[in-house]
């Protein structure tokens, strides 16, 4: 079993309102990721939790604020967000972060209004 | 920056044939390459990979091969179908170094025509 889920699929939201992204994974996986990606680009990373700790955190702007509750599961809380922050928001697992593979998630298509 | 590069955004091959999908990378740390395959609104799915230490992976119709002194790798798939295409994104890590961050192409658009 390689499944990584993500809810919601779709989310719309206002640049005042605070919404969250929610990933699980159930493999035993210990690297979790978020990324982002817009439209005929590649994904880029946002944050990496490797241990339930927050291992990477790519410069990414403070509106974006990630939580990882327990080992399987991981949330990225989202508030006063920008139109430009529209994209397709990807929850990545691995079972480590040294040359292992991370399995992705379907993603979140996020717009911002 | 760009340290993975993938030079064709684009390529067309009759269903049957090989698909032979290239990626070049410059950085010497990476020691680990993958290749994932995604459909439009969908998340990437993982294919195939390769450690430094080897030149060559297969998995049924996929086989990945490295070159390193080149700093190139490329990916066949034989014999290309329909439903193979896809876009494909090469991507490579430098392991513990880099704490499992994944550096990607920016990815090249197979067409698969029957």
């Known amino acids: 079993d390689t499944e990584v889920t993500q809810t919601p699929k779709h989310l719309v939201m206002g640049m005042t309102n605070k919404k969250s992204l929610k990933c699980e994974q159930h493999m035993g996986h210990r690297a979790m990721y978020w990324y982002k990606q817009k439209a005929k680009k590649p994904p880029e990373l946002m944050f990496v939790?490797?241990?339930?700790?927050?291992?990477i955190n790519e410069s990414v702007p403070s509106r974006f604020s990630p939580e990882c509750p327990n080992s399987s599961l991981l949330n990225l809380h989202l508030h006063a967000l920008q139109p430009e922050d529209s994209a397709l928001y990807l929850c990545?697992?691995?079972?480590?972060?040294?040359?292992?593979?991370?399995?992705f998630g379907p993603g979140t298509r996020l717009t911002v209004t | 920056d760009q340290q993975v590069k993938q030079n064709s955004p684009s390529l067309s091959v009759q269903e049957g044939r090989i698909s032979i999908l290239n990626c070049d990378y410059t950085?010497?740390?990476?020691?680990?390459f993958l290749w994932y395959k995604k459909y439009p609104a969908e998340g990437p799915t993982f294919l195939i990979s390769i450690s430094s230490i080897k030149d060559k992976n297969e998995d049924g119709r996929f086989t990945v091969f490295l070159n390193k002194s080149a700093k190139h790798l490329s990916l066949h798939i034989v014999p290309s179908q329909p439903g193979d295409s896809a876009v494909y994104f090469c991507?490579?890590?430098?392991?513990?170094?880099?704490?499992?961050?994944?550096?990607f192409g920016q990815g090249t658009e197979l067409s698969v025509k029957p």
């Open positions: 991507a490579a890590s430098a392991g513990y170094n880099q704490g499992g961050k994944l550096i």
């Open positions: 990545a697992s691995s079972q480590g972060t040294g040359g292992a593979e991370q399995y």
């Open positions: 939790y490797s241990y339930e700790k927050l291992s």
């Open positions: 950085n010497s740390m990476f020691d680990y």
